[in-house]
């Protein structure tokens, strides 16, 4: 349990800083001026086209559960490449067999045009 | 007494933000804070030393299926999923008689334990719950389940594509539906062509 102290104080250390910096901005700054072009959402210098609250295409969620299924997959990933070495071939073609039925996944999906984006 | 505190602490956060995301209004602000739930829940596992557990927590759940409920608010209305609140008169009663039925069997589930006189399992053993021993366990004892994961996975594929799929050929009454999205679809097409218009 210990060994999760650092990640408390990691934890600790990263609030601080933020708290730090946004009280010296408040302290040390001019007081704030809004104005319409200051206080504009910000997305690297575009100006925004459209209220960001609107509903998206539903192809996006295609996008998404491949994306969950596939971060599924590397968690199964995970302790099978800690324990590789143990398990030997035997394992690998465990591997294997899991990422070949997955695989025709990501095929049909290609076949049936869900990457395309248009 | 450290780990007494991070218990506490986790579970006040835990049901905390649990209730805000219950009784909150703005479905991304549940979600959001449903976030600090699946952070508190993650703590809660490496309390119990399943250490690889807390941190699939973390990666899945709020690196993944968060992002999904995301999308999925946002695919569902125009304003981020403000509906109309719909008021449903069987919920309450039918979420509390389910939430009694929970705690008379876990209550019964603590009693019968203690009553038991079983003696505390104390900690557990040495490298429980790491990736290593996860990864031993899975792929000697637990094989079969594991592959059959694979196919499970695959049928969540097959059913996202299949689902995505369907609206391309009955296109035009989905657009006519969603008058709004259509309507700032078309001015944002205009804006394109005007801009476009401009160079030439």
Same mark, same amino acid.
């Given at each position: 349990?210990?060994e ?9 250390? $990263? ?5 730090t =910096? =946004?009280?010296?901005n408040?302290?040390l700054?001019p007081?704030?001026?809004?104005s319409?072009?200051?206080i504009?959402?910000y !997305?690297s210098?575009?100006?925004p086209?459209?209220?960001a609250?609107?509903r998206f295409?539903?192809?996006y969620h ?5 994306f969950l299924?596939?971060? =599924? ?9 800690v324990v590789?070495r143990?398990?030997?071939?035997l394992?690998?073609? !465990?591997m294997?067999?899991? =990422?070949?039925i997955l695989v025709?996944g ?7 045009? $869900?990457?395309?984006?248009? | 007494? +450290?780990?007494?505190i991070?218990?506490v602490g986790l579970? *006040?956060?835990?049901l +905390?933000?649990?209730l805000?995301?219950?009784l +909150?209004?703005?479905?991304v602000?549940?979600?959001?804070v449903?976030? *600090?739930?699946?952070?508190s829940?993650?703590g809660?596992f490496?309390?119990?030393g ?5 941190i699939?927590?973390?990666v899945?759940y709020?690196?993944a299926?968060?992002v999904?409920?995301?999308?999925v608010i946002m ?11 719909v008021?449903?008169?069987?919920q ?7 939430? @009694?039925?929970l705690?008379?069997?876990? +209550?019964t589930?603590?009693?019968?334990a203690a009553?038991?006189? %079983?003696p505390h399992?104390?900690?557990p053993p040495e490298?429980?719950?790491t990736?290593?021993?996860?990864g ?9 389940p ?5 196919? @499970? @996975?695959?049928?969540? *594929?097959?059913?996202?594509?299949? @689902?995505g799929?369907?609206?391309?050929p009955?296109?035009?009454?989905r657009e ?5 999205? %259509?309507?700032?679809a078309k001015?944002?097409a205009?804006g394109?062509?005007k801009?476009e218009?401009v160079?030439?």
């Open positions: 349990m210990t999760y102290v650092a990640i408390l104080i990691y934890l600790g250390l $990263a609030l601080v800083v933020a708290a =910096l =946004l009280a010296v408040a302290v700054g007081p704030p001026r809004p319409r072009d200051k504009m959402p !997305e210098g575009i100006p086209l459209m209220s609250r609107r295409h539903v192809r295609v996008i998404a559960m491949i299924v596939f971060d =599924l997959e590397i968690a199964f990933i995970y302790p099978w490449a590789y143990e398990l030997g071939w394992g690998f073609w !465990e294997m067999v899991f =990422l070949g025709i990501l095929l049909y999906a290609w076949k049936r045009g $869900a990457l395309r984006w248009e | 007494m +450290g780990e007494w991070a218990f579970s *006040v956060a835990a +905390g933000s649990g805000a995301m219950v +909150g209004r703005q479905p602000h549940c979600a959001v449903f976030l *600090v739930t699946l952070l829940l993650a809660l490496l309390l119990l399943a250490e690889f557990i807390g699939l927590q973390i899945i709020a690196g299926i968060l999904l409920f995301l999308f695919l569902l209305h125009a304003h981020s999923g403000e509906g109309p609140r008021k449903l008169r069987a309450p009663v039918l979420a509390g008689l389910l939430a @009694l039925g705690l008379l069997g876990l +209550g589930a603590l009693l019968s009553s038991l006189g %079983r399992p104390g900690p490298g429980f719950g990736a290593k021993a996860v031993t366990t899975l792929f000697a004892r637990f094989l079969l594991f592959e059959v994961t694979s196919v @499970l @996975l695959l049928l969540g *594929v097959i059913g996202a594509v299949v @689902l799929r369907r609206e391309a009955e296109k035009p009454p006519r539906a969603a008058g709004t999205a %259509r309507a700032e001015a944002h205009k394109k062509e801009k218009v160079p030439r």
